[in-house]
């Protein structure tokens, strides 16, 4: 499985980002895909997730009610929505994916730049 993040950028506070993941190589109907950010100061956090088949979602406590993830089947594409940034939200944002039922996060993307300013 191979995943290419993009979106990010920098953005005031209050303000919205779509981060896209876009996932080639195989078929995901049995794998969870997921978000996750990380900054020199913090360990990596699992920001949110989503069953590629099923659509079910999870979020941290820190986004839940801001940020959605989402994914399009038909074109391969997963994505995060940022709405009511914090500076707090700024980091680098990973997309990974595993299979349903397993602990490690097998595959990653390379990481995207999200800066909010205040």
């Known amino acids: 499985v191979q995943l290419q993040a993009s979106g990010g950028g920098l953005v005031q506070t209050g303000g919205s980002l779509r981060l896209s993941c876009a996932v080639s190589?195989?078929?995901?109907?049995?794998?969870?895909m997921g978000w996750f950010r990380q900054t020199p100061e913090k360990e990596r956090e699992l920001v949110g997730s989503?069953?590629?088949?099923?659509?079910?979602?999870y979020y941290a406590d820190s986004v839940r009610g801001r940020f959605t993830v989402s994914r399009d089947r038909a074109k391969n594409l997963m994505y995060l929505q940022m709405n009511s940034l914090k500076p707090e939200d700024t980091a680098v944002y990973y997309c990974?994916?595993?299979?349903?039922?397993?602990?490690?996060?097998?595959?990653w993307g390379q990481g995207t730049q999200v800066t909010v300013s205040s």
């Open positions: 190589g195989r078929t995901l109907a049995n794998y969870v």
């Open positions: 989503i069953i590629w088949s099923g659509g079910i979602s």
């Open positions: 990974a994916a595993k299979g349903r039922g397993e602990a490690r996060w097998a595959y």
